[in-house]
Structure formats: structure tokens, C-alpha cells
């Protein structure tokens, strides 16, 4: 970005007027200023008015102008001030943004217009390109300057903020290429790469992302208020920052802390004098911090979401849902997670914004079948399905199958990615695959019905979905299946019909002799060899609603009849 001003500032500035021109806490009632969202190498959204915003001194003329597209405001008796330029095509020569304000000028260079994809969620989101199973293969051929992505600071919030900050590389717009790329989410890179080929546009990636946070934690308080699931976090949470206060905020957690140090040291004294080792619970500095900043609620939509609210965008790709897997977190998910998406798309003015969820992968090793059955992984994932089911304009990408070495951040991002560009060509694009003359395939097999047959149970799968229903390598695993003890075992599957017959799987157990409920991929870090003609995995699903008994606590997971 470039900064010019003729009266007001000599024409060399140094870093801390730049810095401080593009905050909105710097001195907004004389100086134009704009969030860091815009910015040299940005992507802005094609076909579709384009939304910029600032602050000026009150009452200032503001004209915006980029490729040929003027529009003049009035700021406010804050100094704010917001345009909306006419609808553009894609270009992907670069132009440069101005915006003038008597004479105060900042000029944003090499700007491209494509289509602005936001990608948020926790650590299997942020989790970077440098670090994936791929990047030997992908960083060295990452260079597509039309593809590009900025990078938003973690951090939490009580409140709004009206921007993000730029430092440590972060808060900066990059284009792809074997300098840049292994800081770019990998996800959200592989997602990208797919759409600018197929698409040939410019993409533009906003990586908003933090590992361990929670559906919660991008939900607004106001919304979080109406929730009955969250009522009691919320006056725990509320209790905590009154306590902070009442004992002196900074300074008296600073005296708690080092007075706390202090008598543990003492012990530690005497241990060591009588030849034993250190007492345990040593004071931990992060103990004693305020507890209004951080993975609180609303902090990370407060602080990384919020600055760029009304930012003009094709879609949404959300991965989040492990920390809902923990204790009894996965209690508010079924109220929060889809708040996520009605609060996003309320925040960027858009009540049909294009979502696509990321179903958790699992991890861990594999336990025993009663243990897994009742993992809370399977009812974070359970509730990603409903809600895709229940939400317009949102897409569930299928991830378990991914995950190789049992972690908590499965090494391989590409399917990931790829699957959920498959999505988005499919379903916001409207792509086409031209062999077959439809729609491209994007969903794996999705469960739809079941009938007893004898001992056996045959399910069937949503047209579409079940083209080229096969198992891998004849190989059954996944397979579960049960009778009215509900106690289940291994089963035996496979799949029958095909070409003129609709395909349907067959599932069964010597153990079971009369079933009546079956269950595929339903533990933390599921097993399965079910797919379609495409190879895309079917989603984990269960023919009985039986009440779940999750390891934490002793409430029970039930969903409606």
C-alpha cells in the first residue's frame, strides 16, 4: 500500500505513521484510514457489489476508484464511512485501488477481482501447507500468482475489534508460490488450487483460523445469550472476569502469582533439605491471566471475524469440531455449531451464503467396539450431518478416511481440500461433468433407508450419491450391526444390484440372528472401505436413534424420533 498526503506529512513516512494509519484506534477523526483487510496483492469478490470501508474525519468526501469504478460518500459524524462498487468480472491483471480524502490518498497496489473464499475453523484449518504429508511435492510447484491468501492473527476478544494487526507475516495479502505458500493453510491451499484451475480465475483465501477452539468461540454473544446449552458456561465465564476485576486485574493476579511462587518455593526448600524431590503443582503464569482474552466466547468471531463483517464473499469453508469432542463439550454443539452458520452469514449480509463443513476426521488408536461406539466424536459428527441436511447452501466434505497415522492433525490435506472443491464447483458453481453430461459428483454414498431381510439387513443410499457403490477390495470394514439387546458386532457386508438394479448393501452377523439396527464408521477414528464409482468415501451413519452414552458425565446424546 501506498501513502500520500501534500500538506499535512512530509513525503517520507516512517514504519510507525504507516503502522498507525492503518489502525482504527489511530487519531480516526483526522486521518483516512482503512482495516487491514485491504491491501496490496488483495483479491476482491467478482460479480457482486463490492463492499469498502474506513474512517476519515467526520464529514470528509471519500471517493473510492478501481478499474474504471468510481463512488464518492460523505463520512459520518464518527468518520466512518462505507461504498459499495458496481458488480465486476473477473480480471486478472493486477489494478490499483484508490481512495482519497481531501489530501490523503492510500493507493493499493497489484489488485486482483476473483472470488474471496473465507476459511475458518481450528488447528486442522490453520494447520499449514510447510507441514502437510505433501509439501515436498506441492511447495516447490506452488507458483500461481492469481491464487492468493492472507493469513488472520489468533486471538480473542470481549469485543468487537474493528481490525486485525500486521505482524509476524500475518495480516498481509501473498500470492502462492514456493516463497510463500507453506504458510498458507493447507486445506484451504489445496481447496484453492483446485477452483483457480477449474475455474481460471483469481481466488483470494482469508485463513481465519485457531487450534482448540470451539464452535462457541465464533458465535456472537448476543446469540450465545439465547442458548439454552451455553447458559451455564456463559455465568461460569461471566464469574471468572467479576472475580478478575474484584481482585485487582493485572496487578492482583501479578501478586497472587508471585506470592503463590514464593510458598512454593519455600516448600520446595525443605523438600530438597530432606532429600526429596520438588512438591508438584508449581504456579503456572498462564494461571493467573486475565480470563476475558483468549478461546472465549465469541473472543475468536470478536476478534479475527468481526474486523472484516460485510467483506464482500463467494463462500465459507468451516473445519472445526474436535475440541466439541472433549468432556462434555459436545453438549452446546448441537445449539452452537449451527449458530455458526446463521451468525457468519448474518455478519457478512448474506442469509445464503454458500457453507461448506468439513466432517471431523478422528484420531487416536482404535479401542473396543463398546468403547468407540459411544466416543463423542461420532456425535460431533452426527450433528455435522444434521445440520447439513437442515441448512440451505451448505455442503458436508467427508475426512475420516484421510487419517493414516492417528492423529489428532491428519498429515494428508489434499482430499481434504479436493473434496471440498468438488463441492463448491458442484453446488455453487454449478460445474458440469462434461463425460456424463450432470453435475459433477461431490458426495459420497449417503445413507437413506433399511429393510430386513431374514438375518440380514440391506441399506440403501440417496440417488446419486450410490453410482458405482462398491467395497474396497470386497474388504467389509466399517460394518456394524446389532439386535434388540443393542449390543453390537462386526459384521459382514456386501454390496448387490448395480446398472439396471438399484445397488443396496447387504450387512450381517452369525452372532446376530435377528437385527434390526446397523451402524458404518461410527467410532473416533472410524474404519471403512464403502464408496462410490468416484471414490468418494460414504458418510459414517447409524439406522437407529438410540440414546448415547458419552464416556463424560452422565447426560445422554438422544436426537428426535
Known sequence: MRIFETILFPLQFSLGVVLMLAS?????????????????????????????????GAGNSVTVSFAGNSHTVISDGEGKWEVALATMPAQSTGQTLTVKSADEILLFEDVLVGDVWLCGGQSNMEWRLRSSRDADLEIPSSSAPGLRYLRIQPGGSPRPKGNFPREKGDGVWLPCNPETAGDCSAVAYFFGRRLHRHLDVPIGL???????????????????????????????????????????????????????????????????????????????????QNPAEGRIPAGPLNSMIMPIAGLSLRGVLFYQGENNSFGDAWIPFRETFPAVISDWRRIFRNDELPFGIVQIAGWSTRRSMTYDMNHHTNIVREVQFNTWRSTPNTGLIVSFDAN??????????????????????????????????????????????????????????????????????ADARGFYIAG??????????????????????????DDVPSPVAVRYAWSNLPLGSLMNGKELPAYPFRTDKWPLKPHYGEALYEVSP
Open 484 to 509: 434388540e439387546d443393542r449390543i453390537f458386532h462386526h459384521a459382514d457386508a456386501r454390496v448387490l444390484g448395480g446398472r439396471d438394479v438399484p445397488a443396496m448393501v447387504e450387512v450381517w452377523s
Open 206 to 288: 482469508i485463513n481465519a483460523a485457531w487450534g482448540g477452539t470451539m464452535a462457541q468461540h465464533w458465535v456472537s454473544r448476543k446469540t450465545l445469550e439465547t442458548l439454552p446449552a451455553v447458559r451455564s458456561s456463559l455465568d461460569a465465564y461471566d464469574e471468572k472476569c467479576r472475580k478478575w476485576v474484584a481482585e485487582g486485574g493485572e496487578q492482583g493476579a501479578l501478586e497472587r502469582f508471585d506470592l503463590a511462587q514464593k510458598q512454593w518455593e519455600a516448600l520446595a526448600e525443605k523438600a530438597r533439605d530432606r532429600g526429596e524431590k520438588d512438591p508438584p503443582n508449581r504456579p503456572n503464569r498462564r494461571n493467573y
Open 404 to 473: 493414516s497415522n492417528s492423529s489428532i492433525h491428519p498429515g494428508r490435506k489434499s482430499p481434504v481440500g479436493d473434496r471440498s472443491a468438488r463441492w463448491a464447483l458442484s453446488e455453487v458453481y454449478g460445474a458440469m461433468d462434461a463425460t456424463r453430461g450432470k453435475s459433477l459428483q461431490w458426495r459420497g454414498p449417503v445413507y437413506q433407508s433399511m429393510e430386513k431381510e431374514k438375518d440380514r439387513i440391506r441399506i440403501t443410499f440417496e440417488e446419486g450419491s450410490d453410482q458405482g457403490l462398491r467395497l474396497e477390495r
Open 24 to 56: 482504527p484506534w489511530a487519531d480516526a477523526g483526522q486521518q483516512l484510514g482503512m482495516p487491514n483487510i485491504f491491501g496490496d496483492q488483495m483479491v476482491l469478490q467478482r460479480n457482486q457489489p463490492v463492499r469498502i470501508w474506513g474512517w476519515a
